[in-house]
């Protein structure tokens, strides 16, 4: 029996080493990487600038414990803030933790603001990650049987619809929280101008606006935030994902109002850690650089267009979908499970997140030439499944 719980299906293949957009296996079969760790390597595998930091924090402070300050969490802390435009930051080890974060600073402000209110308004097929409260929290179909009993005080309503969520709110709502792009949904972009009338109404009805920008954020989409795009501000937004680049690190970022916790009321023995904050640091200073932006839009244009003229039977592909490199094709056909094991044996590493749907995550720094070779896999393997 396997020593390992099994908590999904993988290949028998055990990875050994990544470079840039190329992973390799225990027989040093190289495959290129369109996941990337799950979106989570923005700078591709083992960059330089995640070694260095990683050695140079080694040799010098590992574990200060979150009762002193250090200079690596109080720099990424800094940097968060000025590039969204909000006031303090709380640095976390994962997404789900940052969700975390951001539903207790919600309820400590329906508790100060709103008269006790607790609710927090989600989204149908939303993912915010898999602890208890985080799987109440997500929209994904069959989770809030999984685990019974569920996490109250949140209310979902159909992504895209305004007027469902005007609906929702009442005085025991806290916030409205959402995705700006879903992700695990499968790539799902809102209506044009959806995330305006979202913040316009929280802020009518004096409820916050919780950004999860986990898998949008840090250049993902082409901005350093998605929510810079939709030209809204939100009121706590929760990173992580490419935040570290391929290590555990998330980010709670909120308004001087938002970021309300007492003494005692948050914290956790690794949170701000040196040696994640240093590295989240290394691929923030890499990632908003505007030229290092520039290539993630061009590169994503060259993907989508090149997912729609890819030379497959007519209607075989029905929508190519996303922005910047996060990127969705869906399929006429349920075959995407078959379309990923295949362009796993020619050496290509996809995601299906639905049954009809292919996802694209590749390395922030791909270049065109490995675009162009991704393509040609995925013509093939379109063609050699049924
Ligand atoms: C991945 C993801 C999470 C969860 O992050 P973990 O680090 O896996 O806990 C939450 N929200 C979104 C939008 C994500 O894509």
């Not at 050695?55 to 002193?68: D, I, K, V």
């Not at 290092?292 to 075989?316: C, D």
């Not at 749907?357 to 093939?380: G, K, N």
Request: hydrophobic share 40%; aromatic share 6%.
């Amino acid at each position: 029996m396997n020593t390992m719980m099994e908590v999904n299906t993988r290949p028998p293949q055990v990875m050994v080493r990544g470079e840039g957009s190329w992973i390799f296996d225990d027989a040093d079969k190289r495959y290129l990487d369109f996941v990337q760790g799950w979106a989570v390597n923005a700078l591709g595998h083992s960059p330089k600038e995640l070694a260095d930091a990683l050695r140079e924090q080694g040799a010098t402070l590992l574990a200060p414990s979150p009762a002193y300050h250090n200079k690596w969490a109080l720099g990424l802390c800094d940097r968060l803030v000025h590039a969204a435009g909000l006031s303090q930051a709380f640095l976390a080890n994962s997404g789900a933790e940052a969700n975390e974060c951001a539903i207790k600073l919600a309820r400590k402000f329906g508790k100060l603001h709103r008269g006790g209110a607790f609710r927090v308004i989600t989204t149908h097929n939303a993912f915010h990650g898999r602890t208890l409260t985080t799987m109440s929290a997500s929209g994904k179909p069959g989770w809030d049987e999984m685990f019974p009993p569920r996490m109250e005080g949140f209310t979902k309503v159909p992504y895209g619809d305004l007027e469902a969520m005007d609906d929702a709110m009442d005085d025991e709502t806290c916030a409205v929280m959402l995705e700006p792009i879903q992700g695990e949904a499968g790539v799902i972009v809102p209506p044009e101008g959806y995330l305006k009338s979202v913040r316009e109404l929280a802020t009518r009805r004096g409820v916050l606006l919780v950004l999860d920008e986990i898998q949008t954020g840090m250049g993902r989409t082409g901005r350093l935030f998605r929510f810079q795009s939709e030209g809204v501000c939100p009121d706590i937004m929760t990173l992580g994902k490419g935040l570290g680049g391929g290590v555990p690190l998330g980010a709670v970022v909120a308004t001087k109002s938002a970021s309300c916790f007492g003494h005692g009321e948050h914290g956790g023995t690794y949170c701000g850690n040196p040696l994640m904050a240093r590295c989240g640091a290394a691929v923030f200073d890499v990632v908003s650089e505007p030229s290092f932006l520039h290539n993630v839009l061009e590169r994503g244009e060259q993907l989508q267009a090149g997912l729609r003229k890819l030379s497959v039977p007519a209607g075989s592909i029905r929508t190519v979908r996303g922005a910047g490199l996060l990127v969705a094709a869906t399929l006429a056909t349920p075959k995407g499970a078959a379309v990923v094991e295949r362009a796993f044996e020619l050496g290509l590493l996809l995601n299906a997140p639905r049954p009809d749907t292919l996802r694209f995550m590749p390395s922030l720094r791909v270049d065109a030439s490995e675009i162009a070779q991704m393509l040609d896999v995925l013509e093939r393997a379109l063609r050699e499944t049924s």
